[in-house]
């Protein structure tokens, strides 16, 4: 158990959560002093499991309001902390010592910690999405859950900016993972609860992003661009300037999934000036100007993706924009200019940073067969050492 003065209470809210709540549970089991779980009726082990490891179980009638059930679950803790979490997450076993640290605890009111979503078939921590999220916050202090879905914690109302902090603790979250987006139960049910909204208030910006959100993941693009340009244009007539930035991320996420290459152009420079520190529109901008030829121009954006990297947390972004992906289209845009032996370069960039990026490590070996070798030796390039990484990456 933790060695800090102050209580941390675990919150949770759980429905048919058999399959992934043990290995939440495992990975806070000696990192919180309490456990409160809200059941909104569950019917297979869940409740068998979370007994397992001495939890308070409390049995909540679902009202349709993931909101309520969460403060629901606030009001049954006792500790002076509280970590939240959902059932798909688990808490990272590095840097816990953090929260040991009693002064941390005397300068904040609330803490964000690095959020990493895992989407694709297998877990990848080349294929995340990460964002800084507030997960803990003093209890007592007013702080409560807002929104029917998508529910966020209310901290705008209840603190000063100063008083948030930052603890290197990650959360994993599996929610995003193929498997799950593809339960269509889950899907109807969340674009029935974001709709159920809008009839309430149909000048809810957030309501109508996550409704965005829910289309994309279905690849219903002309639903979901409809969606975002209406939470940008609320956003806007709310004297919110600029919007948040994940808006223009999904903006030109779709427009990119859809070839809308004149669409997207030249409207992704102002999003780019914008935002200047987000990657992501940095990098969407690289791509368009690919797809539209303007080659050097492209090259550009890629070059300054790699100088911002990956590790800016204030926006969503996902990993490898400022890296291994950026890498790889500025070895695309050497090709196109028949700088092979570059492009051999950029693609080996890609490949060290990220052995699971397979694009790279195919148009690599199709470039390098295609070069002779006294083209490769003459550029000092190391051919022995190429070959050998990609035995390596192939035998994994």
Not at 76 to 101: M, P, S, Y
Not at 127 to 133: D, M
Not at 329 to 343: F, I
Not at 368 to 389: D, F, M, W, Y
Request: proline share 2%.
């Amino acid at each position: 158990m933790s060695q800090r003065k102050q209580k941390l209470s675990l919150t949770m809210i759980v429905k048919d959560e058999e399959n992934c709540i043990k290995r939440c549970l495992d990975s806070v089991k000696d990192l919180v002093d309490e456990i409160i779980i809200v059941d909104t009726g569950s019917t297979d082990k869940t409740i068998e499991i979370c007994d397992c490891y001495n939890a308070q179980v409390f049995s909540y009638p679902w009202n349709h309001n993931f909101a309520d059930a969460r403060n629901f679950g606030l009001d049954k803790a006792t500790g002076e902390w509280i970590l939240w979490l959902d059932a798909d997450e688990e808490v990272g076993q590095e840097n816990r010592e953090q929260l040991n640290d009693s002064s941390l605890f005397e300068d904040y009111d609330a803490f964000s910690v690095p959020l990493i979503n895992f989407y694709g078939d297998q877990v990848d921590l080349d294929n995340i999405a990460q964002i800084a999220q507030p997960r803990i916050f003093k209890n007592y202090k007013g702080f409560r859950f807002e929104n029917k879905i998508h529910e966020w914690l209310n901290l705008s109302a209840a603190y000063e900016q100063d008083r948030v902090g930052f603890i290197d603790l990650k959360i994993y979250h599996y929610g995003y993972m193929n498997a799950m987006i593809e339960d269509k139960r889950k899907y109807q049910r969340n674009v029935n609860l974001l709709l159920e909204e809008l009839k309430e208030d149909n000048n809810h910006a957030w309501t109508h992003y996550y409704l965005a959100t829910e289309y994309y993941r279905r690849r219903d693009f002309n639903k979901a661009f409809n969606e975002v340009n209406q939470s940008i244009a609320l956003f806007l007539k709310q004297g919110l300037i600029p919007p948040p930035s994940m808006l223009y991320s999904l903006k030109y996420s779709i427009l990119i999934e859809t070839g809308s290459w004149e669409g997207a152009w030249p409207g992704i420079q102002s999003a780019v000036k914008m935002f200047p520190d987000y990657v992501d529109l940095k990098f969407y901008m690289g791509v368009i100007l690919y797809y539209k030829k303007m080659i050097p121009e492209a090259i550009e954006s890629f070059e300054e993706c790699i100088k911002l990297g990956d590790d800016n947390l204030n926006h969503l972004s996902l990993k490898g924009l400022g890296s291994f992906r950026a890498w790889y289209y500025k070895g695309l845009c050497l090709e196109e200019l028949s700088r092979e032996v570059e492009a051999t370069w950029a693609y080996y960039k890609a490949v060290k940073l990220s052995s699971s990026f397979t694009h790279a490590r195919a148009d690599l070996v199709k470039l390098i067969n295609r070069l002779t070798n006294s083209t490769l030796n003459q550029e000092n390039i190391n051919l022995e050492e190429i070959a050998e990484l990609i035995q390596q990456i192939g035998n994994k």
